[in-house]
């Protein structure tokens, strides 16, 4: 990692960028604070040195490229985001032929905030099994030839607890949520024009800002992620109150890996298992 990678990204970036190949590339620069990264959007070839990757690189910038529909457009992406580049495509959309995918084999990422950054990896980069990108054009690093098996020691954790303590656990979470929507908002799998959360009519949830509303927002919301979630974490990371969505979303995704053997984002081809129908399908529940 480091500087080798950043370079490697700068001369690919330049590349595409003096060919007309893409029009904008997504990557990291180094922040305002000079210590961690953020988005970067680069359209000119001589801006490319503006592009790092470091280990504080934890956006998944792969949510940008709903904004760039129609426009050819190259993106960075760990392996945890690869699988969005899976998922947007799988659901039609984002064009293959739009987007060409600069992949970077990731070591993890670590914990940091504004002008601080520890060196502590991200807990999530521990259960990670996608360390080399599964779809790219251009590869920066060595891909992993043996990736771990899945584990959900967190998932065990939560499951140990009496379905009371559970319950008590997830309307304390409720009550601090804001409904700030930043979750929704970095998720690449939350795309609807008009999310449910905002319709009036038919009135989903209501908007009041209050425990079960919140309960119900952070349930549907999950459930609409079942098995399209690709583990990227993004809707943990930012929000701003620390609520443990991934509990939620690592739950589903055990689900669906035991009873589909399916993992969101592996190719472009299969649809989640909770969004396609099969007439005969029994799964043998009850
Ligand atoms: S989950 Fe995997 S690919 Fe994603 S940041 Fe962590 S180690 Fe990298
Ligand atoms: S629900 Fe969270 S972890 Fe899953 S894809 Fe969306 S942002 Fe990433
Ligand atoms: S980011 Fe956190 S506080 Fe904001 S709506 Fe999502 S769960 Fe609630």
């Given at each position: 990692m480091g500087a080798d990678f950043a370079q490697q990204i700068r001369d690919k970036a330049k590349e595409l960028l003096q060919e007309g190949t893409v029009e904008c590339v997504i990557g990291y620069e180094t922040g305002s604070d000079g210590v961690s990264a953020r988005p970067a959007f680069i359209y000119d070839p001589a801006a490319v040195d503006r592009l790092v990757f470091d280990n504080t690189c934890s956006h998944n910038l792969v949510k940008y490229l709903l904004d760039k529909k129609g426009k050819p457009t190259a993106v960075v992406v760990k392996g945890c985001d690869s699988r969005a580049v899976n998922l947007l495509l799988s659901e039609k959309q984002i064009e293959r032929d739009q987007v060409f995918i600069i992949g970077v084999v990731c070591p993890g990422v670590v914990e940091w905030g504004w002008n601080k950054r520890s060196e502590q990896i991200q807990?999530?980069?521990?259960?990670?099994?996608?360390?080399?990108?599964?779809?790219?054009?251009?590869?920066?690093?060595?891909?992993?030839?043996?990736?771990?098996?899945?584990?959900?020691?967190?998932?065990?954790?939560?499951?140990?607890?009496?379905?009371?303590?559970?319950?008590?656990?997830?309307?304390?979470?409720?009550?601090?949520?804001?409904?700030?929507?930043?979750?929704?908002?970095?998720?690449?799998?939350?795309?609807?024009?008009?999310?449910?959360?905002?319709?009036?009519?038919?009135?989903?949830?209501?908007?009041?800002?209050?425990?079960?509303?919140?309960?119900?927002?952070?349930?549907?919301?999950?459930?609409?992620?079942?098995?399209?979630?690709?583990?990227?974490?993004e809707c943990e990371r930012v929000c701003p109150v620390n609520i443990p969505l991934s509990l939620l979303n690592r739950k589903l995704e055990q689900e669906v890996l035991s009873l589909f053997d399916y993992q969101a984002g592996m190719s472009d081809a299969a649809l989640a298992p909770l969004i396609t129908f099969k007439k005969d399908e029994k799964l043998g529940i009850g």
């Open positions: 807990q999530r980069c521990n259960w990670c099994r996608q360390h080399t990108p599964v779809v790219y054009d251009f590869l920066v690093g060595e891909p992993v030839t043996e990736e771990p098996p899945a584990d959900f020691a967190d998932v065990a954790e939560m499951e140990a607890k009496t379905t009371e303590e559970r319950a008590a656990f997830w309307r304390e979470q409720a009550e601090r949520c804001l409904r700030c929507y930043a979750c929704r908002q970095a998720c690449p799998g939350c795309y609807c024009i008009d999310c449910f959360a905002e319709e009036l009519d038919p009135e989903w949830v209501g908007i009041r800002i209050a425990p079960e509303e919140n309960l119900m927002w952070n349930t549907i919301r999950a459930f609409h992620l079942g098995g399209r979630c690709i583990s990227c974490n």
